[in-house]
């Protein structure tokens, strides 16, 4: 029986047409193979060849020849020279399924022939590894000195600046954001945030058949402008003129100018004729100076009557508001708010509602004036954000049929900013129900 060997490795010099065509010696020991095929160790193009076969197999470190009937060759084995036919016949070479199996030695060494090629091997302790070649050290130099100097130093001063200005920036305490109250906001700002809705502009009707403006006005008469007077007497005259016309003057002064006295008088002036046109109606006479001095005279059946008899009856002092100072009074009441998440307090937030109580009354009031009736329930619904402020404000209900009002709560709600604030937005819905002071 063979020994082990000792570790040494395979050479192999392949032979073809009675010449060497390769020869390699195997840097490590790995299995051996012969075929057609570009993954054997072997690659030779030969028709009558397999496509790979395995002729040195590695098992534990031990190399085997393995050979099939009709292969033909001599190896060295313990010493002495035998053919593949004396090695089955001697039980040296063993039987498995894809042929016989013989062991080898470092000493072992041989040719063997499979068809038209021939393989030598033999097993030669492999050659040292050659020593890297390694500059001196003198040319070669420190890392040092091979780095460039300039460069690392500004890179050097670089960091340090950086990381020294974001350590003095890290050790300084965080400001206190401030909350700015919106009276400090500027008005350019305000106007941003709120802006006034505009009414709708009237509505024009147009009639059919209506002559245009400018046809209306060319069927209008020129009037004639009246020249200012220039002197001092023609103003004295032009305002005698002006005095005459107005009041009683015009009235007596109808006698001889004519007009509607002129109709009742005839052509005729004075006393007597009054008397005389109006002595058919009942009731009525013309003074005199004796009937002036001596009381209610007169030969119709009529009597003087006293202030008593035009005297209202009741008493009482009538009150007559002037236009413009009357004063028109609300009621305004504020049911509980729905609040939809605990972050929020119910109390701290109907306190804060009821001190902007006057801005929400005021909205209704205004609209109150143009409609004494008007009474009714809104509900508006908005949400506080994590900086305490409104957002997403919407009308849920408005039972007083008067969009203003719900337009102007939510122009005030928008400018609200409440003292606590959330972890989260809250939604909230705020009834407020509006009726005339009785």
């Keep these: 029986m063979a020994t082990a060997p000792s570790g ?40 009558n060849l397999p496509p790979s076969f395995t002729l040195f197999e590695l098992v534990e470190n031990q190399y085997f020849l393995i050979f099939r009937e009709g292969m033909d060759g001599k190896v060295s084995v313990d010493g002495a020279e035998v053919t593949l036919e004396q090695a089955k016949a001697k039980g040296l070479a063993r039987q498995r399924k894809d042929g016989f199996a013989l ?24 050659p040292p590894e050659p020593p890297k070649p390694e500059l001196p050290a003198d040319i070669k130099g420190t890392l040092f000195a091979q780095a460039d100097q300039f460069f690392f130093m500004v890179l050097g001063v670089s960091l340090f600046l950086h990381f020294s200005g974001a350590t003095f920036i890290a050790c300084q305490p965080m400001p206190e954001e401030q909350e700015v109250a919106l009276d400090d906001l500027p008005d350019r700002f305000v106007k941003a945030m709120m802006p006034q809705e505009k009414p709708p502009p009237p509505k024009k009707e147009v009639v059919a058949d209506a002559p245009s403006e400018k046809e209306a006005k060319k069927d209008e008469p020129k009037k004639e402008v009246a020249k200012a007077p220039t002197t001092n007497a023609e103003q004295k005259a032009a305002l005698a003129q002006k005095v005459a016309k107005s009041g009683l003057l015009k009235v007596i002064g109808a006698g001889a100018g004519g007009g509607a006295f002129e109709d009742v008088l005839g052509n005729s002036s004075g006393v007597g004729d009054v008397a005389n046109a109006l002595s058919g109606a009942s009731g009525i006479g013309v003074a005199t100076a004796d009937s002036l001095a001596g009381g209610p005279k007169g030969n119709a059946t009529g009597s003087a009557a006293g202030i008593g008899d035009l005297g209202t009856s009741g008493g009482g002092n009538v009150a007559l508001a002037e236009k413009g100072n009357a004063t028109i009074k609300a009621n305004m009441a504020m049911q509980a708010p729905e609040v939809d998440s605990a972050d929020v307090d119910r109390e701290k937030l109907a306190a804060y509602v009821r001190s902007r109580k006057a801005a929400i009354q005021g909205c209704y009031e205004k609209e109150l004036k143009r409609n004494p009736s008007l009474k009714g329930k809104v509900v508006v619904r908005f949400s506080i954000t994590t900086q305490g402020r409104t957002s997403d404000i919407e009308i849920e209900e408005n039972t007083l049929g008067n969009e203003a009002v719900g337009a102007c709560i939510k122009t005030t709600i928008r400018g609200w900013v409440f003292p606590f604030k959330p972890p989260s937005e809250v939604p909230v819905a705020y009834p407020f129900v509006f009726s005339p002071a009785s």
């Design 103 to 126: 062991p080898l030695t470092d000493a072992s060494k041989g040719r063997i022939r499979l068809g038209e090629i021939s393989l030598l091997f033999q097993f030669v302790t492999p």
């Design 8 to 47: 040494k490795n395979l050479r192999v010099a392949l032979i073809q047409s009675d010449k060497i065509t390769e020869d390699r010696t195997l840097k490590k020991r790995v299995s051996v193979s012969v075929g057609q095929n570009a993954t054997n160790t072997f690659v030779v193009p030969v028709s």
